[in-house]
């Protein structure tokens, strides 16, 4: 327990036994913009070649989900299934918030980049967890988001740090220093629109999609210039002509119980309503650099729950998009749920591989983890659906609609696979996906525009006398089938890394991070952070030693015990 006259510690250099007890906070003192410590880095320039190799780098984590492919593997197999019983905390690092984290570690040449909630941004030497420098977003008045003040990190490019607010700007920072390069606006907050996500960089590019699909904005993927700022190019993911085909089946088959008559009624009344449809981005793309082109998921439809205000497919909510790289010009999508009013969107990021199609033939393809509960593998070519996996989750009820009253159905509106990334081995076939369990009920309310405030359209409720839990689940994406699956006590919300050591790592609210055997489940090893692990890990290596990453922050959207750690692992010598 923490004594009022202890002093503040900053990085803790802890044996396992003792690791947990140093999960405390360390004060609430917080830094105007950028505060230096004793230290700086002397980061190397991030050049595009390094970003196009990331995948095959097995010193650093150069992107948000490892490569422009985002398949979260890591190449390096110092720590393996032999020897990660021995795994122990290097260091741990405490931010100056006690609040929910869901930041990616980035790290570049032995500096580390994360992120906290509220948008503060830390540098810290990766060998020792020492304090580099940290930036403090000065947030505007007015900031609205979803599911917590979260930030999900950083994007490095050349000399810089870039950082999307939740007051939905773009910051680029000093990659040395931490002082402010250039800010620009992505978009008002004042309609709805914030960031949570964190920034791709490519090609001098700065990607960034948008939140705000429960609060009546127009969603949208930007293409900003490193250097300067300035918006190169925007693509809408609502169309003004977004009522599709009135598809009465969702991707897997299975009637949606619309009534198209209806809605095709309505329609000649909702001529302006691509303006507040929805469709946010909540994570990255992915990135095809042979093919220029760009894949990304398209959440929900506004209100979420009320269709009768907005009839047709809402088109491009619920779907795999791609578009251009250098104009941001349409060239596919896939949507999976039309018309949804049960908020199981897609909001998984996007992952590239070479899969089998339905003829044997190894094709380019793309896959999200949908909150249905299935991974949907697509051709990358035409954006069109391979197959989708067994259900990783129990689905009752599909697709019942929201009462006055409530209606029960499973998935909950949380998943199946929430924002959570996913992780490959490609050498197995294999993705694996967390889960979440929460049987809940749908009720609908019409109600109308609020002007950029919250728009559920109704309410989705756990159902406190049923069963929640979680699962980690394995699936071979050349056949949809489950290779194998570990049961949590608790929903799995944050992400999961594959490494060439034959593991994968993930964490759970109740504060346990383990590593498992990537061919069977089987766990090898676990680690109690004193607080929610519901962030995805990094990997990194300097000094010939490899380490390990994750935040422990816990979870507001499933209110999981809070953190403010940072911590690494390694081999011990």
Not at 177 to 205: C, F, L, N, R
Not at 276 to 283: A, S
Not at 479 to 497: A, D, F, N, S, Y
Request: glycine share 10%; with cysteine; net charge negative.
């Amino acid at each position: 327990m923490l004594m009022p006259d202890m002093p503040v510690l900053r990085r803790l250099a802890v044996m396992a036994s003792v690791a947990a007890a140093g999960l405390f906070n360390i004060g609430s003192a917080l830094a105007d913009e950028t505060k230096p410590a004793t230290l700086y880095g002397d980061m190397s320039s991030v050049t595009q070649d390094m970003l196009d190799r990331a995948g095959q780098n097995g010193n650093d984590f150069l992107l948000t989900n490892g490569n422009y492919s985002q398949q979260r593997f890591y190449p390096n197999a110092q720590i393996n299934r032999g020897n990660v019983a021995r795994l122990r905390p290097a260091w741990i690092f405490q931010t100056d918030l006690m609040e929910s984290m869901e930041t990616s570690p980035i790290i570049v040449n032995g500096i580390m980049y994360v992120t906290t909630s509220f948008d503060h941004v830390y540098a810290l030497d990766a060998r020792t967890g020492e304090e580099l420098w940290h930036y403090q977003q000065k947030l505007g008045p007015i900031t609205t988001y979803c599911c917590g003040p979260n930030n999900r990190g950083v994007a490095v490019y050349g000399d810089a740090v870039y950082l999307a607010t939740l007051d939905s700007k773009l910051v680029a920072l000093d990659a040395k220093t931490g002082k402010v390069k250039w800010s620009s606006d992505i978009a008002d907050p004042e309609a709805g629109y914030s960031e949570t996500m964190a920034p791709t960089a490519v090609d001098g590019k700065i990607l960034v999609g948008t939140n705000g699909g429960e609060y009546g904005i127009r969603g949208f993927v930007k293409a900003f210039d490193a250097k300067d700022g300035h918006v190169i190019w925007t693509f809408y993911t609502i169309p003004e002509k977004n009522l599709g085909v009135w598809a009465e089946k969702d991707a897997t088959g299975r009637d949606l119980h619309r009534d198209i008559a209806t809605e095709k009624a309505n329609a000649p009344q909702a001529t302006e309503l691509y303006k507040r449809l929805g469709g946010g981005v909540w994570q990255n793309p992915s990135v095809d650099l042979a093919t220029r082109r760009v894949y990304f998921s398209v959440g929900n439809p506004s209100p979420d729950l009320d269709g009768a205000a907005r009839p047709g497919d809402n088109l491009y909510t619920d779907s795999l998009v791609s578009v251009d790289l250098d104009t941001g010009k349409y060239i596919c999508h896939f949507q999976y749920v039309p018309h949804d009013v049960w908020d199981l969107d897609a909001v998984s990021p996007t992952v590239l591989v070479d899969a089998m199609d339905n003829d044997g033939k190894v094709v380019p393809a793309v896959m999200e983890g949908g909150k249905t509960g299935h991974v949907y593998v697509n051709r990358r070519s035409d954006c069109g659906l391979i197959r989708f996996s067994e259900a990783m989750v129990p689905q009752e009820n599909m697709w019942t609609l929201p009462t006055a009253a409530g209606a029960r159905m499973l998935p909950g509106a949380n998943g199946g696979v929430e924002w959570s990334p996913m992780a490959t081995d490609p050498s197995l076939g294999l993705v694996y996906a967390i889960n979440l369990h929460q049987p809940m009920t749908y009720t609908v309310t019409s109600a109308p525009y609020p002007n950029g405030k919250l728009w559920l359209g109704g309410a989705f409720a756990v159902i406190p006398t049923e069963a929640q839990w979680g699962n980690i689940t394995a699936v071979d994406y050349n056949t949809g089938k489950i290779r194998w699956q570990v049961k949590t006590p608790e929903p799995m919300i944050g992400g999961i890394l594959a490494t060439a050591g034959g593991l994968v790592f993930t964490g759970e609210g109740n504060g346990r991070f383990a590593a498992y055997d990537s061919a069977n489940g089987s766990r090898l090893w676990q680690f109690q952070a004193g607080a929610g692990v519901n962030a995805p890990p990094s990997s990194y290596n300097v000094d010939g030693k490899q380490y390990i990453a994750v935040a422990a922050g816990g979870n507001v959207q499933l209110n999981y015990k809070r953190g403010n750690a940072i911590i690494a692992f390694t081999l011990p010598e």
